[in-house]
């Protein structure tokens, strides 16, 4: 079960549980993202500072995810490990979510675009 | 080095699978390699269950011989699931050739681009998979004990 922090105004934050994000877990990840997106959560920050390992599947899940935010928010990422941001790097995931060292910088980041 | 594994056909059991496979390899590899290793293989083994026996957990298990020596690092994959088609990996897209907004797709590409040679051999036998990667010995000098953490 991801955990979700909603206390920051309207800014979620999300933070996978476990180290990986893997075909093993990206389809439940991507489908509690979702209900909360359509519950009118759509400013989200996802905190992989505890993940060590994704896959194509766990990419595959936050591009589902934006897809489903469309206009109607944002969803930024923060916390990527070097192996993490590798790989967010040569899927050129790097060129749609935008990334942030930490969770209050990518908060605040958020809070300023509004 | 040579070691052997019997892997059942579960998604679950995957990961737990490919970290093992890692910690084999991180040693003689060094970090940076080992992460490439584990990606290419986390894709190989999903597409193997996730595809090849789509759920079916009852499956005969997969054999999976990890080898590695000075000259070459090799992963042989057998398993006894719905076989890809024969051209499935030489035809695997290019990283760059994948549109940003894709959810799926990237695996084969992830397998061609961190792998030197992929070969694949459908078989009612046995599907048979090799994955080929950098030697350690491509590796520039003291690379593998500065990236595995070791005092120089």
Same mark, same amino acid.
């Given at each position: 079960?991801?955990?979700?922090?909603?206390?920051?105004?309207?800014?979620?934050?999300?933070?996978?549980?476990?180290?990986?994000?893997?075909?093993?877990?990206?389809?439940?990840?991507?489908?509690?993202?979702?209900?909360?997106?359509?519950?009118?959560?759509?400013?989200?920050?996802?905190?992989?500072?505890?993940?060590?390992?994704?896959?194509?599947?766990?990419?595959?899940?936050?591009?589902?995810?934006?897809?489903?935010?469309?206009?109607?928010?944002?969803?930024?990422?923060?916390?990527?490990?070097?192996?993490?941001?590798?790989?967010?790097?040569?899927?050129?995931?790097?060129?749609?979510?935008?990334?942030?060292?930490?969770?209050?910088?990518?908060?605040?980041?958020?809070?300023?675009?509004? | 080095?040579?070691?052997?594994?019997?892997?059942?056909?579960? =998604?679950?059991?995957? @990961?737990? !699978?490919?970290? %093992?496979?890692?910690? /084999?390899? +991180?040693?003689?590899?060094?970090?940076?390699?080992?992460?490439?290793?584990?990606?290419?293989?986390?894709?190989?083994?999903?597409?193997?269950?996730?595809?090849?026996?789509?759920?079916?957990?009852?499956?005969?298990?997969?054999?999976?011989?990890?080898?590695?020596?000075?000259?070459?690092?090799? =992963?042989?994959?057998? @398993?006894? !699931?719905?076989? %890809?088609?024969?051209? /499935?990996? +030489?035809?695997?897209?290019?990283?760059?050739?994948?549109?940003?907004?894709?959810?799926?797709?990237?695996?084969?590409?992830?397998?061609?681009?961190?792998?030197?040679?992929?070969?694949?051999?459908?078989?009612?036998?046995?599907?048979?998979?090799?994955?080929?990667?950098?030697?350690?010995?491509? =590796?520039?000098?003291?690379?593998?004990?500065?990236? %595995?953490?070791?005092?120089?």
């Amino acid at each position: 079960m991801i955990k979700f922090d909603t206390s920051n105004d309207d800014i979620s934050v999300i933070v996978p549980d476990g180290e990986r994000m893997t075909a093993t877990n990206s389809t439940s990840f991507k489908e509690q993202i979702i209900a909360h997106v359509d519950e009118g959560n759509s400013r989200l920050v996802v905190d992989l500072s505890g993940v060590s390992f994704v896959d194509s599947a766990g990419l595959g899940a936050l591009v589902g995810v934006l897809k489903r935010i469309g206009n109607r928010g944002d969803i930024v990422v923060c916390g990527l490990a070097d192996s993490v941001r590798q790989m967010f790097e040569l899927t050129r995931m790097n060129r749609i979510f935008t990334e942030y060292p930490n969770r209050a910088a990518a908060v605040a980041a958020l809070k300023d675009s509004l | 080095m040579k070691h052997a594994f019997k892997l059942p056909p579960q =998604l679950g059991d995957v @990961d737990e !699978a490919v970290q %093992a496979l890692r910690a /084999l390899v +991180e040693p003689v590899q060094g970090n940076q390699s080992a992460v490439a290793f584990e990606v290419a293989v986390s894709e190989a083994l999903t597409n193997i269950v996730v595809h090849g026996y789509e759920g079916r957990a009852n499956g005969s298990s997969i054999s999976i011989t990890l080898s590695v020596t000075a000259s070459a690092l090799e =992963l042989t994959i057998i @398993d006894q !699931a719905k076989p %890809a088609p024969a051209h /499935l990996y +030489e035809r695997a897209p290019l990283l760059d050739e994948i549109d940003f907004m894709q959810e799926s797709g990237r695996g084969l590409a992830l397998i061609r681009h961190h792998t030197d040679k992929v070969s694949y051999s459908p078989s009612s036998a046995g599907n048979k998979l090799v994955l080929t990667f950098p030697a350690p010995q491509t =590796l520039k000098p003291n690379e593998n004990r500065k990236e %595995a953490g070791e005092d120089p």
